[in-house]
């Protein structure tokens, strides 16, 4: 089963605007994982977040983590063409190495000029 | 791409047929892991490794077997391959933090 499920499943933007996706899981984490995407290309990491943070940026992005929630967003701003992308959550859970990660399902991002 | 590569890229191959997949790392990561990406699954855990000769199951390891003889390479054996096992595979290693570096993805079909 996924822990992650992000939403939405997909999202149609324009060049400059801003792009958030969402990501729900289930159990405790050790720490919550953005990963991009590019169509037909394998997975590249964005930005972690530990389960005693709050919120991290990394240039144009933005996520937040809400464990009470259990819930994760990701924001990109001011984006672009080249964004265009899957992206997906992962999360690492508590019980020890936090040595697998649990992918969502992801996003498909598009973004237009 | 942390110097992960996948062998072959693509393969067609027929039902009932072994095939085995290779992953391959130039920089001594620990870990290794193999997933399989399927439409409206994202990527699921089938094996991953801790060390040489050291593997686990996943989340989907029925139908798969995996050996890992020395650091570098992480193989997957599908022993008789079937056509739900079509799918897009993905090796990955661990860097010395918790983030995964993937490899560039074999694409299997089986007939």
């Known amino acids: 089963s996924q822990q992650g499920e992000e939403d939405p499943q997909a999202l149609s933007i324009q060049e400059g605007e801003n792009a958030t996706m969402n990501c729900s899981y289930k159990?405790?984490?050790?720490?919550l994982q953005w990963y991009r995407q590019n169509s037909g290309r394998g997975l590249v990491h964005l930005i972690l977040?530990?389960?005693?943070?709050r919120e991290k940026h990394s240039g144009r992005l933005r996520v937040t983590l809400d464990t009470s929630k259990k819930s994760s967003s990701l924001l990109i701003t001011a984006s672009r063409a080249a964004d265009t992308a899957s992206y997906f959550c992962?999360?690492?859970?508590?019980?020890?190495?936090?040595?697998?990660?649990?992918f969502g399902t992801g996003t498909r991002l598009q973004v237009t000029l | 791409d942390a110097g992960i590569t996948q062998s072959p890229r693509h393969k067609v191959t027929e039902t009932g047929t072994p095939v085995t997949l290779r992953c391959h790392q130039t920089e001594n990561h620990r870990y290794m892991y193999w997933y399989r990406q399927d439409p409206g699954h994202g990527l699921r855990l089938i094996h991953y490794?801790?060390?040489?000769?050291?593997?686990d199951k996943g989340e989907v390891s029925d139908g798969y077997s995996v050996s890992r003889s020395k650091t570098e390479d992480f193989l997957l054996t599908l022993e008789s391959a079937t056509s739900s096992q079509t799918s897009v595979y993905f090796c990955?290693?661990?860097?010395?933090?918790?983030?995964?570096?993937f490899g560039p993805g074999t694409r299997l079909l089986v007939l």
């Open positions: 990955a290693i661990r860097s010395t933090g918790e983030t995964q570096y």
């Open positions: 159990t405790s984490i050790n720490n």
């Open positions: 992962a999360t690492a859970d508590d019980t020890g190495t936090a040595s697998k990660l649990t």
């Open positions: 977040i530990r389960s005693n943070e």
């Open positions: 490794s801790y060390g040489v000769k050291d593997t």
